[in-house]
């Protein structure tokens, strides 16, 4: 194997290594319980995380499921962004996103990792869709709401917003979401503090 080859599959790596681990602590999943779910030992994830050993198709597929992203969150195109901007800066068509399938609602990761405290993520809602039931994360989250009318749940209120209005959650709130619009997406841009994404 050439060394220039090596070299780029041990960047890879380490670059999908730096991304499970991110997406891991984000989302509270422990090493010992992801191993346990890969049917793997902790030291190999762990190993993974670091990029050390090899992360074949089907495993990196297994950990994908485990953390509810398409393994083409994997994949991405950060590995052409300048190094000094990896942990910094992140250009529009690098982003990261997950379509959540059959429901009409995409988001795009806005920050450059999901290890820190603060995250960013743009959300948004096609036409008639939105969160069927309420839900609760972990943490303090606020959106800003760039175009359309939203509807929002907190708990048993409801409130109806459009561009350029703003909302903040506690981690104890149930909340729900919804484009009530015929033809028009709306879109949020949602700030997470010391978040769970």
């Not at 780029?8 to 999908?16: G, Q």
């Amino acid at each position: 194997m050439k060394q220039g080859h090596k070299d780029n599959m041990e960047s890879e790596n380490l670059r999908i290594g730096k991304q499970i681990r991110d997406l891991r602590k984000a989302k509270g999943i422990t090493l010992t319980a992801m191993a346990e779910k890969i049917d793997r030992s902790v030291g190999y994830v762990s190993q993974v995380e670091r990029g050390v050993s090899a992360l074949p198709i089907p495993v990196l597929q297994a950990i994908s499921e485990i953390l509810d992203v398409q393994i083409s969150w994997f994949f991405h195109a950060d590995r052409e962004a300048p190094v000094e901007e990896l942990d910094h800066i992140v250009r529009q068509h690098n982003r990261r996103s997950l379509n959540f399938a059959g429901t009409g609602m995409r988001e795009e990761l806005l920050s450059p990792t999901l290890s820190g405290q603060l995250q960013m993520v743009l959300s948004t809602l096609e036409p008639g869709s939105g969160r069927q039931g309420s839900r609760r994360r972990k943490s303090e989250e606020a959106g800003f709401v760039l175009s359309g009318h939203l509807e929002l749940g907190i708990g048993e209120k409801v409130f109806h917003l459009g561009t350029g209005d703003s909302f903040a959650l506690t981690g104890d709130e149930p909340h729900w979401l919804r484009n009530l619009s015929d033809d028009e997406d709306v879109v949020i841009v949602w700030t997470l503090a010391g978040a769970n994404y």
